[in-house]
């Protein structure tokens, strides 16, 4: 995977937050924040043209006893619809309170949900680098 940018995704009900990879897939920068809507697919597929990506990390939302939660359902839906495209490698990564982190770490504004995503990029990116180790 290296040489590549990936998108990683924060799948929340009403917002989406969006973090994109350095080639070198050692940093994640928050870029956006989406609104989740009828046109959610679409944004995020130009974002990948704009940006070349061909693989993405959606983040695994799960509760404290680190079970899919309410959201997930909603999340696999979408998660569905991207595999569909057959453009993107899609990959799930476990997150469990990734805005909380993120909001401790920057405070509560705009790009809280980029931000949470970015966290679980980074901790999708640490882990691939350990399997290479």
């Given at each position: 995977?290296?040489?590549?940018?990936?998108?990683?995704?924060?799948f929340g009900s009403?917002?989406?937050?969006?973090?994109?990879?350095?080639?070198?897939?050692?940093?994640?920068?928050?870029?956006?924040?989406?609104?989740?809507?009828?046109?959610?697919?679409?944004?995020?597929?130009?974002?990948?043209g704009d940006e070349?990506?061909?693989?993405?990390?959606?983040?695994?939302?799960?509760?404290?006893?680190?079970?899919?939660?309410?959201?997930?359902?909603?999340?696999?839906?979408?998660?569905?619809?991207?595999?569909?495209?057959?453009?993107?490698?899609?990959?799930?990564?476990?997150?469990?309170?990734?805005?909380?982190?993120?909001?401790?770490?920057?405070?509560?504004?705009?790009?809280?949900?980029?931000?949470?995503?970015?966290?679980?990029?980074?901790?999708?990116?640490?882990?691939?680098?350990?399997?290479?180790?």
């Amino acid at each position: 995977m290296k040489g590549k940018k990936l998108l990683g995704i924060d799948f929340g009900s009403k917002r989406v937050g969006i973090a994109i990879s350095n080639e070198e897939q050692t940093m994640a920068f928050p870029r956006y924040v989406l609104q989740n809507d009828n046109m959610l697919l679409e944004k995020i597929e130009k974002i990948c043209g704009d940006e070349s990506i061909e693989e993405i990390v959606v983040g695994e939302s799960l509760n404290y006893k680190r079970e899919p939660n309410v959201i997930m359902s909603k999340a696999n839906y979408f998660i569905e619809n991207l595999k569909k495209q057959k453009k993107y490698k899609v990959y799930l990564e476990e997150e469990f309170l990734t805005s909380q982190e993120a909001r401790r770490i920057q405070g509560e504004n705009e790009l809280l949900d980029a931000s949470a995503a970015a966290l679980i990029l980074k901790s999708f990116m640490e882990k691939q680098k350990q399997k290479v180790e």
